[in-house]
């Protein structure tokens, strides 16, 4: 069975930091570009990180650039998205995603696998 399973949300204070698990299984996961989206209520989902196949790529949202670093470990099928100095309007449901392909996307439609999604709350 192909999954993403999302872990590390959660409630914090502003200024304060989390790290987002997202642990794939039934893939040939180092064929996978990585992406971390999310989507706030009555909001469209929206791009915040990707990674290529290698982890050597990364591209960010400007609203995370300098906050968030995205990595992954292919030894253990797992991508990571670090989230310093938070804020406020960082509130979501985080969300992982996968596509076959070296880099990936920032367009949510061009990713085939998605995880369930975790909280992440930040409260002023």
């Known amino acids: 069975q192909v999954q993403l399973v999302e872990s590390g949300g959660g409630a914090v204070q502003a200024g304060g930091s989390l790290r987002l698990s997202c642990a794939a299984s039934?893939?040939?996961?180092?064929?996978?570009?990585m992406g971390w989206f999310r989507q706030a209520p009555g909001k469209e989902r929206e791009f915040v990180a990707r990674v290529d196949r290698s982890g050597t790529g990364t591209t960010y949202a400007d609203s995370v650039k300098g906050r968030f670093t995205i990595s992954r470990d292919n030894a253990k099928n797992t991508v990571y998205l670090q989230m310093n100095s938070l804020k406020p309007e960082d509130t979501a449901v985080y969300y992982c995603?996968?596509?076959?392909?070296?880099?990936?996307?920032?367009?949510?439609?061009?990713?085939?696998?998605w995880g369930q999604g975790t909280q992440v709350t930040v409260s002023s």
């Open positions: 039934g893939l040939a996961f180092s064929i996978y570009a």
């Open positions: 995603a996968g596509v076959p392909s070296w880099l990936g996307s920032t367009r949510p439609d061009e990713y085939n696998l």
